[in-house]
């Protein structure tokens, strides 16, 4: 029983850090921070891209654990 529930938080966290990656990624350039590589005159990269991609990577990988989980106990009952 403990093990659905902690799937499901586990979940609800891999959403709310996949959110706020996504929302960090959508600042806009005035509030992204400092520039780290210039890709051309229109694109760039700054630190907010790279918080945002980390966040959104660790939300994926979270959810991916959260699914292996929750697979793995119903496979058990």
């Known amino acids: 029983m403990w093990l659905d529930w902690a799937t499901r938080l586990f979940t609800i966290l891999a959403l709310v850090i996949t959110l706020i990656g996504l929302?960090?990624?959508a600042?806009?350039?005035r509030?992204?921070?400092q520039q780290?590589?210039?890709l051309d005159a229109a694109h760039s990269v700054h630190v907010a891209d790279l918080i945002g991609?980390?966040?959104v990577?660790?939300?994926g990988l979270t959810t991916w654990a959260a699914?292996?989980?929750w697979q793995r106990r119903?496979?058990?009952q």
Do not use: F, N, S
Request: glycine share 16%.
């Open 23 to 25: 929302v960090i990624l």
């Open 27 to 29: 600042l806009p350039d």
């Open 31 to 33: 509030l992204e921070g």
């Open 36 to 38: 780290m590589v210039r």
């Open 53 to 55: 991609a980390g966040l």
């Open 57 to 59: 990577g660790a939300g």
């Open 67 to 69: 699914v292996l989980t």
């Open 74 to 76: 119903r496979i058990q």
